[in-house]
C-alpha cells in the first residue's frame, strides 16, 4: 500500500493555520475596513474561553518555566465551517504588519513584546518545499535516525532532542501518528525509527509520497475526511518548528491571533484519550516576531498546551515537550434500539456493533440494551454492559437506516451519556474498524447464559447449513408466505435444491421462518437435522417475544459457529459470520435461487 496525497480512508488532522479570518485580494491588512474587526471578534466569539488568556484555570504542572491550564472548549465548534476556512491571505507578499486593531489579540493585550523579522514562503495551496518523498529517502533518514545521526533540518543534536522526547511520549511506539507541518520528511522518520506503525503528515504545500507507513494529505483533504466522518483518532501527535508560525501569513495562511492556539486544541480533539502531543517550538521569553515565529514562555505556553497533562520535558533549542491527553472520568455511550424501525436480531447486532466502534474511537464507556418494555437482553446474556433503561439525561440521537451517519455528531460531543439509536454499520465506520473484528470483540466481553451455552456446545462442529426465509408472519398460511418472496414454483425449487446439497452432509441446519418448511426438513432429514427448540418469532414485528422464542433466535444465529458450510440469504445470517470457523465455505444465495 503506498501512501497517497488525498486518502480519505487514513484521515489527517489540523489544518495548519486554519482558521481565516478575512480573505483580501489586493487590500493590504494595514488597510482593512470594518469588516475585519468584525471577523475579528465573530471568531473569538466563537472560540469563546480557550481564546481568552484570562479564562480557565491554571496550576503548578511539573514543567519548571509554566502552568498547566484547563478551560472549556467545544470540538465541534473548533471544526465547525463558521471557524474552520482553507483560505490564505490572498496578498502578492505576506504581510509585513500586523494591523493595529488586532495588535492587542497578537501581543496578550500588550503583554508580549512585537519585533520584526519578515518571510514571503507561501506554501498554502501550492507544493511544499521538499515535493517528493520517495520510500528511498524515508528509509534512508530512517536509518540514520536509528543510529543518532540524523541531521534533519535543524542539526544532529536538535534531531536527538525530538527522538528522546517521542521515546517518552506514550502512543508514538506501534501507534498511528499524525505529523503536523513537515517541509522534509526527517520528522516523520524519527516517528518511524521510534517504532510508529503508521504516520499521518499534513503540510501546506501538495507532496508525493511513495512510502507504504506514510500517508501525506494537504488542508482541504483533511477538511473532507473529518467532515465525512472517516478521520478516526490518534495514539499521539508530533510537530516540530511548525505551530509557532500559524496565523502570522508567513507561509500564506491568514492573519490569526489565535492560529497556533486553536491547532493544538484541535489535536487535543482527535487524539485518543491517554495518548500524547510530542512539540518542539522557540523557548524562553515570550515574544512575537512577525511574522517569522513566535517564541514560547510562562505567559503562552499554557494558553497554546491547554487541556494537555505536562509529562516529560526534553532538551533542544526548540526544547521539546511531551504532553498526554488525561483519561476523562468515565462517559457513556449507549446501544439503545426499541419500537419500529430497528429490525430484527442481525440488524440490532450490527447497529450495536457500531456503536461500541465508536466507544473505542471516543474513550466512552459502552453500553448496551433493548427497551425493557420489548425485550430483554437479560433472558440471553448475563453481563454488566447491560440496563434496562436509559438514564434520563443521556443526549439521544437516531441513526436508524443512516447509510452515512454525521459521526462527527458523537465523536465531537461534550455530553456525559449519549444514548445512540443504529440499526446499520456504516461504511464509513469500516475505514478505521473493520466490522468482523469490532463484533469478535463486542461478542467476546458478554457472557452467554450457562443454559444456552450448554446447548451450543452439544451441537457438531461440521454442519451444512442454508437459510430459506419467507418473511412469514404468526398465523399465516404457507400459501401467503410463498407469495412474500415469488412464485410457489420459486420456493419449491430452492428448497429443493437445498435438500440435494444436504443430501451429502452428515449434519444439517436450515435457517427458516417457516413453520412449514422446518417441518419438511426435519421429516427429510431425520436424524442428521439439528433442530433448535422454541418458537419462530419475529423480533422486529412481534410486540414482545417470549424468552423461550428470543433464545431460539440467539441459538440459531449462534449456530454459525458450528457451520463449515454456510449458503445464507439475509442480514440476520450476514450479520454473524464473523462467528464462522475461519476454513468455512460461505456463500449468498441471490436472486430467488439456491447457487450450486
Request: proline fraction near 5%; glycine fraction near 10%; aromatic fraction near 10%.
Amino acid at each position: 500500500m503506498l501512501c497517497k496525497r488525498a486518502r480519505i480512508s487514513l484521515g489527517v488532522f489540523l489544518l495548519v493555520s486554519t482558521l481565516v479570518l478575512l480573505h483580501f485580494t489586493t487590500t493590504p491588512y494595514e488597510q482593512h475596513d470594518a469588516s475585519s474587526d468584525q471577523s475579528i471578534a465573530q471568531v473569538r466569539s466563537l472560540c469563546g474561553e480557550l481564546c481568552d488568556p484570562e479564562a480557565g484555570r491554571v496550576t503548578a504542572g511539573t514543567f519548571p518555566l509554566f502552568g498547566q491550564r484547563v478551560v472549556p472548549m467545544n470540538c465541534i465548534d473548533l471544526f465547525g465551517d463558521a471557524l474552520y476556512w482553507m483560505e490564505g491571505h490572498g496578498q502578492l507578499q505576506s504581510p509585513k504588519s500586523i494591523p493595529r486593531q488586532w495588535r492587542s489579540a497578537f501581543t496578550l493585550n500588550g503583554e508580549v513584546p512585537i519585533t520584526d523579522r519578515w518571510f514571503n514562503m507561501q506554501y498554502l495551496g501550492k507544493v511544499a518545499a521538499v515535493s517528493q518523498w520517495t520510500a528511498d529517502l524515508i528509509d534512508m533518514q530512517v536509518s540514520e535516525a536509528t543510529v543518532g545521526r540524523l541531521a534533519g533540518t535543524y542539526g544532529v543534536d536538535e534531531t536527538n532532542a525530538l527522538l528522546d522526547g517521542l521515546s517518552h511520549a506514550p502512543g508514538v511506539k506501534g501507534g498511528r501518528v499524525l505529523v503536523v507541518g513537515s517541509e522534509r520528511p526527517w520528522v516523520e522518520a524519527c516517528v518511524l525509527a521510534t517504532g510508529a506503525s503508521e504516520v499521518v503528515t499534513l503540510e501546506y504545500g501538495a507532496i508525493n509520497c511513495t512510502h507504504p507507513l506514510v500517508t501525506t494529505m494537504t488542508p482541504p483533504a483533511f477538511k473532507a475526511a473529518h467532515s465525512d466522518g472517516s478521520l478516526g483518532r490518534f495514539d499521539a501527535v508530533v510537530t516540530f518548528s511548525s505551530v509557532e508560525h500559524s496565523g502570522l501569513g508567513r507561509y500564506g495562511d491568514a492573519l490569526n491571533p489565535w492560529g497556533d492556539i486553536l491547532e493544538i486544541a484541535r489535536s487535543w480533539c482527535v487524539t485518543k484519550p491517554g495518548g500524547s502531543l510530542t512539540i518542539g517550538v522557540m523557548y524562553g521569553s515570550d515574544e512575537l516576531v512577525f511574522n517569522a515565529h513566535r517564541i514560547y514562555g510562562k505567559k503562552r505556553w499554557p494558553l497554546l498546551a491547554s487541556n494537555w497533562a505536562q509529562h516529560y520535558v526534553g532538551r533542544g533549542d526548540q526544547k521539546v515537550h511531551v504532553f498526554t491527553k488525561p483519561h476523562e472520568r468515565p462517559r457513556q455511550l449507549q446501544y439503545v434500539c426499541g419500537g419500529a424501525g430497528c429490525g430484527g436480531w442481525g440488524d440490532r447486532w450490527k447497529g450495536a456493533v457500531a456503536v461500541y466502534a465508536l466507544a473505542l474511537e471516543t474513550g466512552r464507556t459502552f453500553r448496551m440494551g433493548w427497551r425493557s418494555d420489548e425485550i430483554s437482553l437479560g433472558m440471553v446474556f448475563e453481563d454488566h454492559v447491560f440496563f434496562a433503561e436509559p438514564p434520563g439525561q443521556c443526549k439521544i440521537v437516531s441513526w436508524i437506516d443512516a447509510e452515512a451517519p454525521p459521526l462527527n455528531e458523537v465523536l465531537g460531543s461534550t455530553a456525559e451519556c449519549i444514548s445512540l439509536h443504529m440499526n446499520i454499520y456504516p461504511a464509513a465506520l469500516s475505514r478505521w474498524h473493520d466490522y468482523n473484528d469490532v463484533a469478535k470483540q463486542l461478542w467476546g466481553s458478554l457472557t452467554l447464559l450457562p443454559v444456552l451455552q450448554q446447548r451450543i456446545d452439544r451441537v457438531p462442529d461440521n454442519l451444512r447449513c442454508a437459510q430459506l426465509r419467507l418473511g412469514s408472519s404468526a398465523g399465516g398460511s404457507f400459501a401467503n408466505d410463498v407469495q412474500r418472496v415469488g412464485t410457489p414454483n420459486t420456493v419449491e425449487e430452492r428448497y429443493a435444491r437445498i435438500m440435494t446439497w444436504f443430501e451429502s452432509s452428515p449434519h444439517t441446519h436450515l435457517w427458516t421462518d417457516s413453520a412449514e418448511l422446518e417441518h419438511r426438513w426435519l421429516e427429510t432429514m431425520g436424524h442428521r437435522a439439528v433442530a433448535v427448540e422454541g418458537p419462530i418469532v419475529h423480533i422486529d414485528r412481534d410486540e414482545k417475544p417470549s424468552e423461550r422464542g428470543l433464545q431460539r433466535v440467539v441459538i440459531e444465529w449462534l449456530l454459525i459457529s458450528r457451520c463449515h458450510e454456510i449458503a445464507y440469504q439475509t442480514g440476520f445470517i450476514q450479520s454473524g459470520l464473523f462467528l464462522a470457523p475461519e476454513a468455512s465455505q460461505v456463500r449468498k444465495i441471490s436472486e430467488g435461487a439456491f447457487a450450486d
